[in-house]
């Protein structure tokens, strides 16, 4: 049997953070890649430019450096904020940026403009038929979009999303840097304790794989129920 | 030359961040990070090519190891591989004793060695998805003028491949480039490096990772430019005729 010197429990609560931190950054980066994909199709030419300029500057930069200025530079930011309104008004407040919800931000930002690619392909993939039909039968903008757009974008966007996840969760190794106890981090301090980095970098890079493996499994079945009604071209 | 530093230093003069010291800490982080990020694309293209077409390969026993090394190296956190090969290099007992510690001892070669894996493992699936999307009247062409399978992949297979494999690999060397930052966890003075130790000396996050961050996107787009001049070029063939 494997001698984990009793990293065990750290490493499974490693574990279980790397997924928290994976699922709500995937769910900010599709509220934000949904905004996203809006804006740059959208006829306002100031939302258009705010898109694009959104996803340039962050597919041009590396996520590490994004997320170091984040973390770092928003607590300076926030004590800033603070500060100016205690001095001027008096309010008392101190706001921490704790790693984790440092870390839910910025990947959640990165693959935003990642998500926003995605879903604008998959948007003008429906048929613009459909929609106009939804206006005349005087479904408002909300209603077409829930009931008419996104169950039949989903089947476009699905494989990019499905993507975008992989890349996500492997991105996710890189909170460790700034200092969150992920499955990563533990490993390299066992690693570094025990001398046994083959032990522990193996086991995690195994975890990846079967969380990979397993997210394939769920989005194929997703993708299975989008394609309802459909069928596949032999 | 002279004059342009004591130009450039009195441009800095009100400066207490940007002084030729920190601007010079950059300018070697930067001369580290493309000597990286080039090594690590050229060693890995040139182990991709035959590895893609093995990948290929009807003798499972060539396919299969190669599968396998693909589906690692791209299914785990670079990061994670950039440890195993950092602390498993240094905790192997008794290389520190061994010449090959000479090479071995600055985390440059570790982390060389992960990122050139890295990459090669993409790079193999980039040129197989090339390679496999040949036409296959080309091949039957080939087959019919009698020529070998090498000298068939020499000619015909891997020259329109490396074409159609142009725009997937220039979104894999803006990969590399942006994954290069990770080589600063291993204490290795590159760009991103350049930038922690400017913020750690100064505590001023915005003006040490902003600037960073801008030279990363210029590079970027370099890169980006690059690849389109060579794809007008190289894919002009390919391209829709206009009316």
């Known amino acids: 049997m494997i001698d984990l010197h009793g990293y065990g429990p750290r490493l499974f609560e490693g574990a279980m953070i790397t997924i928290q931190l994976g699922v709500l950054s995937l769910a900010l980066a599709i509220v934000l890649g949904l905004v996203t994909a809006s804006a740059k199709m959208s006829r306002s030419w100031v939302a258009h430019r705010i898109g694009t300029l959104y996803t340039t500057i962050i597919r041009g930069v590396p996520d590490l450096v994004l997320m170091m200025l984040l973390f770092f530079g928003g607590q300076i930011g926030i004590n800033q904020i603070t500060d100016a309104l205690y001095n001027h008004f008096g309010i008392d407040i101190f706001i921490n940026v704790n790693e984790f919800v440092a870390g839910v931000i910025t990947i959640g930002l990165i693959f935003g403009a990642y998500m926003g690619e995605t879903f604008r392909g998959a948007f003008m993939a429906v048929d613009s038929g459909q929609i106009e039909a939804g206006r005349a039968y005087g479904m408002n903008h909300w209603l077409v979009f829930r009931r008419i757009r996104f169950p039949q974008m989903m089947r476009h966007a699905i494989p990019g999303l499905s993507n975008n996840w992989m890349v996500l969760l492997k991105t996710t190794a890189l909170v460790s840097v700034i200092g969150l106890s992920d499955m990563v981090r533990v490993a390299a301090e066992a690693s570094k304790a025990t001398r046994e980095p083959f032990t522990f970098m193996i086991i995690v890079a195994a975890i990846y794989l079967l969380i990979a493996s397993v997210s394939e499994w769920g989005f194929a079945r997703l993708q299975k129920r989008y394609n309802a009604g459909y069928r596949e071209a032999d | ?243």
């Open chain 2, 1 to 243: 030359m002279d004059a342009l530093m004591t130009w450039l230093e009195a441009q800095l003069a009100d400066n207490s961040i940007f002084t030729l010291q920190t601007l010079g800490y950059y300018g070697e982080g930067l001369v580290t990070t493309v000597q990286l990020v080039v090594l690590s694309l050229i060693i890995g293209l040139v182990l991709a090519v035959p590895l893609a077409i093995g990948r290929g390969s009807t003798y499972r026993w060539v396919s299969l190891p190669i599968f396998l090394y693909c589906y690692v190296f791209r299914g785990t956190p670079l990061l994670v591989q950039l440890y195993l090969i950092y602390y498993g290099v240094v905790f192997v007992d008794g290389i520190q004793e061994t010449w090959l510690w000479v090479i071995l001892e600055k985390p440059f070669v570790p982390a060389l060695i992960a990122f050139t894996l890295n990459t090669a493992a993409y790079t193999t699936e980039i040129f197989r998805g090339a390679i496999k999307s040949t036409d296959r009247g080309e091949i039957e062409a080939a087959r019919a003028y009698g020529m070998s399978k090498g000298l068939m992949l020499r000619r015909i297979v891997l020259p329109s491949a490396f074409r159609r494999a142009l725009p997937a690999y220039g979104n894999e060397v803006i990969f590399m480039l942006h994954a290069s930052a990770i080589a600063s966890v291993v204490t290795i003075m590159d760009l991103t490096g350049a930038a922690r130790f400017v913020y750690a000396r100064f505590y001023a996050p915005f003006d040490a990772f902003l600037f960073v961050a801008a030279i990363y996107l210029c590079l970027t787009f370099g890169i980006l430019y690059l690849f389109r001049y060579l794809e007008r070029r190289l894919l002009a063939h390919l391209k829709p005729a206009s009316g």
